[in-house]
């Protein structure tokens, strides 16, 4: 496989990007893509669904990196990002528990605050990495 490189867009005319994000990538030597499903914060735990957002959003974290881990990826990969939050007051935890799980990496990056499809999650990614 090529080595894959990523240049970050962060044009000056734009304020800076911060909050572990980049404006934009560019990727070059990608070989294979790989499109997340919307991840949401149901296991194999019969069923159960965390009360706390902190939970929930580990567990969908967990859920996008086993889908990554099976293409044989892992958060360095990661191009684009999509979260989708129930509610606005979420924002602070989720980007803390992002940046500790993202470390340095800086993908492309949306938030949204919308409805969920069960009313029960307060949260769903979906991601698209390269290789």
Not at 39 to 52: F, I, K, T
């Amino acid at each position: 496989m090529a080595e894959l490189a990523i240049g970050r867009l962060n044009p000056a005319v734009l304020p800076p990007a911060t909050g572990n994000y980049t404006h934009g990538l560019v990727v070059d030597g990608a070989e294979r893509m790989v499109f997340v499903s919307g991840q949401v914060p149901w296991g194999n735990e019969q069923g159960r669904v965390p009360e706390s957002f902190e939970a929930q959003c580990r567990m969908v974290w967990r859920n996008v990196l086993a889908v990554l881990g099976e293409a044989g990826m892992g958060v360095r990969n990661l191009v684009k990002v999509t979260t989708y939050l129930s509610d606005r007051k979420y924002r602070a935890l989720n980007s803390k528990l992002r940046e500790e799980i993202l470390g340095d990496h800086t993908p492309a990056l949306t938030i949204i605050i919308c409805d969920i499809y069960a009313e029960n999650w307060l949260l769903e990614i979906d991601a698209v990495a390269m290789a």
